[in-house]
């Protein structure tokens, strides 16, 4: 029933299948989806109509195994396509007065690490309508590996089972080009952790040929003016690989995530000063997500009064507060055994919500953005942490009515050169000549202390 488009005239809110029917579900499908169906298509009255339930047998492609394309051209062998998932398959009708008269043009957002814990909340959040709101309908498209393809299974039969009125489509599989097709937020959370024994460099390295590979895959199908936001680590020198790879579309548009340190200092200057932290605005974080980040308190305000003049106990800003902030990664892992997940994610839809909605007057928020035309003296060509306004369409401009002192200045200065020495350690990976790996000893990802 399933193979053939759905006859009755009238809006079905789809089956909804028990897990346990996915597999033959999409074994039926299977025979006879290159004869049925259309591809994974829609304008919003459309039917909606699909292939398959995934295979995993199917999908022959290595993503672990990632390496830069020759060109961009992709196999068209249909194994490696995205498959929609079990009831996001469906094909019914919508009757025009049934749809939500309200309702937006449906958003593609693609996720890639989407089996792992930070997208097992974030997928929900957005699923739910908290980033783009109760009218805005949504497609994921879900970016895992070979490795991890059957927990991306269960996470879409977690989104079945959810009944997100919001949720249109989803689809997974392990091919960025295929995945990312037609894509307007490209949330790349996927990365490896550091190994045993393993070199900084080693791991700019590793991570950075899956951002050489998603950066060319973006280029290639996303939509050109595709939002990406890198989570993956180390997150800043990453969204520069990812930027250089994909020349056609604007360098503004990726974001490297440095929001998640933010909420963290703001959570602490609220403690300190015993107030609520919605108290506490403008507060920027400098830099590289990092140890060598830089939490301001000079230009930042509680009640809307500059935070020095709340809080009286300045050694405190300068050495314990500003230390807390940079390792507060590192002691969660500790404690946690893992990675932040819950609130990383947060602060993902965090992000998301401060570039699609209009930020509050006078306010501001961090994001990790190109440098180049910066007004604070930043070396041009990287990926920095910078204070960002934006009237919620999607794009940023940089804040410029930023005080600096020399603590300030010396600080964002070491995280500059930071940054600097992670740039030419990657070097072959942005067509930027021969790699030269000069990193500063003392500083680190904030995991890895
Ligand atoms: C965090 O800041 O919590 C993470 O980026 C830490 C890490 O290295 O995974």
């Known amino acids: 029933m399933a193979a053939a488009e759905l006859s009755k005239p009238s809006y079905t809110k789809t089956r909804l299948f028990q897990s346990s029917q996915l597999s033959s579900l999409s074994t039926h499908l299977h025979s006879h989806r290159r004869l049925t169906f259309r591809p994974l298509h829609h304008t919003r009255n459309s039917r909606i109509c699909c292939s398959v339930a995934p295979n995993s047998s199917l999908i022959t ?29 469906l094909t019914y009708d919508l009757i025009a007065e049934e749809e939500t008269k309200s309702w937006k043009k449906l958003i593609n957002i693609a996720v890639s690490g989407a ?17 783009f709101g109760p009218d805005q309908p949504i497609a994921l498209k879900l970016l895992g590996s070979e490795r991890s393809l059957q927990a991306l299974e269960g996470v879409a039969m977690e989104l079945e089972d959810s009944l997100f009125p919001l949720l249109r489509e989803v689809s997974i ?27 900084r460099a080693g791991l700019l390295d590793l991570n950075g040929q899956i951002f ?15 939002k990406v936001i890198v989570v993956g680590n180390p997150c800043n020198t990453n969204a520069l690989i990812c930027l250089k790879n994909a020349p056609n579309i604007p360098a503004k548009n990726f974001h490297a995530l440095t929001r998640l340190d933010e909420n963290r200092a703001k959570c602490q200057l609220a403690l300190k000063a015993g107030v609520f932290y919605d108290k506490v605005s403008n507060v920027t974080i400098w830099g590289n997500h990092s140890t060598t980040q830089v939490p301001d308190f000079l230009n930042a305000t509680i009640n809307g009064l500059p935070v020095k003049e709340v809080i009286k106990d300045h050694k405190w800003l300068e050495e314990e507060f500003t230390e807390s902030i940079q390792k507060r990664g590192g002691v969660l892992i500790k404690k946690w055994g893992r990675s932040s997940a819950a609130s990383t994610a947060v602060s993902i839809a965090d ?3 401060s570039l699609v909605t209009p930020t509050p007057e006078g306010d501001w928020f961090s994001s990790a953005v190109y440098t180049n035309g910066n ?21 940023y401009e940089l804040v410029k009515d930023i005080q600096f002192d020399d603590y300030l200045r010396k600080r964002i200065a070491k995280s500059e050169a930071e940054l600097q020495a992670e740039k030419r350690c990657v070097a072959h990976l942005t067509g930027q000549g021969i790699a030269v790996c ?12």
């Not at 993503?63 to 398959?89: L, M, R």
């Not at 599989?173 to 024994?197: C, H, M, N, S, T």
Request: hydrophobic residues 40%; charged residues 25%.
């Open 351 to 353: 992000a998301m919500k």
């Open 115 to 131: 089996a792992g814990m930070i997208s097992n909340h974030l997928l929900f959040k957005l699923a739910s309508g908290e980033v």
């Open 438 to 449: 000069d990193l500063p000893e003392d500083t680190m990802l904030p995991g890895e202390m």
């Open 61 to 89: 492609r290595n993503f672990s195994q990632v390496q830069a394309p020759a060109a961009p051209e992709k196999t068209q062998d249909p194994k490696s396509k995205a498959e929609c998932f079990g009831v996001f398959c």
């Open 212 to 226: 050489v590979e998603q950066g060319k895959a973006l280029n290639a199908v996303a939509s050109r003016n595709v």
């Open 173 to 199: 599989g392990i091919d960025p080009y295929e995945v990312f097709q037609d894509a307007e937020w490209a949330l790349l959370i996927g990365a490896k952790p550091r190994g045993p024994g393993m070199e």
């Open 375 to 395: 007004p604070y003296g930043i070396a041009e060509d990287l990926v920095f942490s910078m204070p960002c306004r934006s009237k919620g369409d999607g794009d």
